[in-house]
């Protein structure tokens, strides 16, 4: 697959190219257990190769360049220069408490009859979306509480009305949030670890998050401008030249690995600590939203939405209800999972009779 590399460990692990191989499979629709590996690696195999044949034409990297960092979205962040020293550490603070990579509820439990889906969007053109986000221009100015409007409504209209990017400090009351969408929202809970108290958010989440729940702004950082995301960093041309490649599995995870390489922390060997640009801030806080959309959707239509981030939301459905779930994926254009292997023939049956 890659020359040389066959003894690497990052390529013998299960998630370099971030999705693990279990979740590929199941976007595919692929019976993973051990007892069909032998049928199902042939497919998996040529889904690789032909990712890192894409990376290779892609990015004109050398064979002894191509997987040579922990993670696919790492090797290709090393393609572009280092972020910029923002030096300014109250609002490096800000950055990280507004950067949020997904959202997790509560954990759905298992039932009988039921199935756990990941409905996910096609992976190029949310890339595309998301990129096409306007990020700050790194030039702050802080607004402290008191030069801010009285109101904590004026305040909310100065910010979301504001053509300058905004990150704004803010206590969000879930106690008196619609229970429902609030929840939804899952402020601060990530699907790896334990909830985080979050204190501020970019200006696209506050957008969204102030419809559901009430919050009070009590302080700001302002950019100068929004600026579109340099034609250095966007997807490359052979990724975006042939429409024909948003049918493709492995264009689709090479064009969210670049994506989250711009939208990830960085390790700064010199300082020795990690840090975090507001255009990862943005692109996370752009990728929350449309997942949050379809999630609102997904919770409309009546099924248990567990999670969602990164292009894809997490459901529990009943068996019966497959049948609703591939017309919710086709309605919205979802990719992911492949129902026909899904689906069997007392899926049928159970759908005629619920």
């Not at 499979?25 to 049928?39: H, P, V, W």
């Not at 729940?213 to 034609?231: G, M, Q, T």
Request: aromatic fraction near 8%; include cysteine.
């Amino acid at each position: 697959m890659v020359q040389g590399h066959r003894n690497v460990h990052n390529l013998r692990g299960s998630d370099f190219f971030r999705t693990n191989v279990s979740q590929i499979g199941a976007d595919l629709g692929l019976d993973m257990s051990t007892t069909n590996s032998a049928q199902v690696a042939p497919t998996i195999s040529l889904i690789a190769t032909r990712t890192f044949k894409l990376l290779a034409e892609c990015y004109e990297w050398k064979p002894n360049e191509l997987a040579n960092a922990e993670k696919l979205h790492q090797n290709i962040r090393s393609r572009f220069p280092r972020d910029v020293s923002l030096n300014n550490p109250a609002l490096e603070r800000g950055l990280q408490a507004a950067y949020q990579t997904d959202s997790a509820l509560s954990k759905a439990d298992f039932i009988a009859d039921s199935v756990f889906l990941t409905l996910r969007m096609n992976r190029l053109a949310h890339a595309k979306r998301v990129m096409s986000c306007p990020i700050p221009e790194d030039a702050w100015e802080y607004i402290p509480g008191v030069a801010l409007p009285s109101s904590q409504r004026e305040r909310l209209a100065f910010c979301l009305g504001h053509e300058h990017p905004v990150l704004a400090e803010v206590l969000v009351d879930m106690s008196k949030a619609d229970s429902q969408y609030a929840a939804l929202s899952a402020f601060g809970q990530k699907a790896s670890s334990r909830m985080v108290l979050r204190e501020w958010v970019s200006h696209p989440e506050l957008h969204w998050l102030s419809r559901f729940a009430p919050l009070e702004i009590k302080s700001v950082f302002r950019s100068s401008r929004y600026v579109a995301l340099p034609d250095t960093l966007q997807l490359p041309a052979a990724l975006t030249s042939d429409p024909l490649l948003q049918l493709s599995y492995s264009a689709g995870l090479l064009a969210e690995n670049h994506w989250m390489s711009l939208a990830s922390d960085e390790y700064n060997k010199i300082t020795k600590r990690k840090t975090l640009s507001s255009r990862a801030v943005w692109l996370r806080a752009a990728d929350r939203a449309l997942c949050f959309a379809l999630a609102k959707k997904a919770v409309d239509k009546g099924f248990v939405v567990t999670g969602y981030g990164t292009g894809a939301v997490r459901v529990r459905i009943q068996r019966s209800e497959l049948f609703q779930a591939l017309e919710f994926a086709i309605e919205n254009q979802l990719v992911a999972p492949n129902f026909g292997r899904i689906i069997h023939a007392g899926d049928v049956d159970a759908a005629a009779a619920a």
